[in-house]
């Protein structure tokens, strides 16, 4: 079963992407695949100058799948996740996501990738890996950069989730709107405004030298992050806790170890 859909929009233009697995979205091992596999097919694709993600139904993504979190499938899961942060890198195609409902953990990690966010009145987004006793990657590298360690020290510390208007307040989004159809109307006028009339090669290299120190401390990171987790973190008895107590629906018991 495939989770997500494309469709090219503006004479093959623009790239839209929508999560679908008919719920909330999250993103597993098979949605991954689906992203990686799409995403290598853009690599041949010059005439693209945007690619968009958003998800079906009322929510973006409730974020990666706890279960594929356990520590037997930790590492192929982070692997398989980060591939996509590396490809749209590598890509230099310019991104947007449209935030509704829900875009949580690894959900809002692949908006926090995109050069544009906007979002509609209902969006709550955050990082809540903590409460579960594990940590965000790609947050932890994305979000100092878009919006200060004040800021991001906190939605990465607490776990805090944050509504359309706060994120918009820190810096996170670009434009909120009252609702759904609201920022599908604006959002094509924008494309229309300030992508199409653009070359599709000048649009990538102003995309790779705007996020050169962004990429560089993406790619020199997301590896080490990933040796933390994998090595250190999932051989912690609080980790897999975390993990396990949300499989089995109970209140995580702390060792702090």
Not at 91 to 112: A, D, M, R, V, W
Not at 167 to 172: C, D, E, M, Q
Not at 184 to 197: F, H, M, R, S, T
Request: proline fraction near 2%; include cysteine; glycine fraction near 6%.
């Amino acid at each position: 079963m495939q989770k997500i859909k494309v469709e090219y929009l503006y004479e093959n233009a623009v790239a839209r992407i929508i999560l679908d697995d008919g719920k909330g979205n999250v993103l597993d091992s098979i949605m991954m695949n689906d992203l990686n596999g799409l995403l290598n097919e853009f690599k041949s694709k010059n005439d693209l100058k945007l690619i968009t993600f958003e998800g079906a139904g009322k929510n973006f993504s409730f974020g990666a799948s706890v279960e594929e979190h356990t520590k037997d499938k930790a590492a192929q899961m982070l692997e398989s996740f980060h591939q996509i942060f590396l490809t749209l890198i590598e890509l230099n195609i310019p991104t947007l996501s449209k935030i509704s409902g829900q875009s949580l953990g690894g959900g809002f990690e692949l908006c926090l990738m995109c050069n544009f966010i906007f979002a509609d009145e209902t969006a709550k987004v955050g990082q809540p890996e903590i409460m579960l006793g594990v940590f965000a990657p790609p947050a932890s590298i994305m979000l100092p950069l878009k919006i200060g360690n004040a800021k991001s020290d906190e939605l990465l510390i607490t776990g805090k989730i944050i509504t359309a208007e706060e994120a918009k307040n820190i810096g996170l989004f670009n434009k909120v709107f009252e609702d759904k159809a609201m920022m599908e109307e604006a959002v094509d006028e924008w494309i229309q405004k300030n992508i199409l009339g653009k070359s599709a090669s000048s649009l990538r290299y102003a995309t790779r030298v705007a996020r050169a120190s962004f990429n560089y401390f993406m790619l020199k990171n997301i590896p080490t992050f990933t040796d933390i987790f994998i090595k250190e973190l999932m051989e912690t008895n609080d980790a897999n806790e975390g993990i396990n107590s949300f499989m089995e629906k109970r209140k995580a018991v702390w060792k702090n170890n």
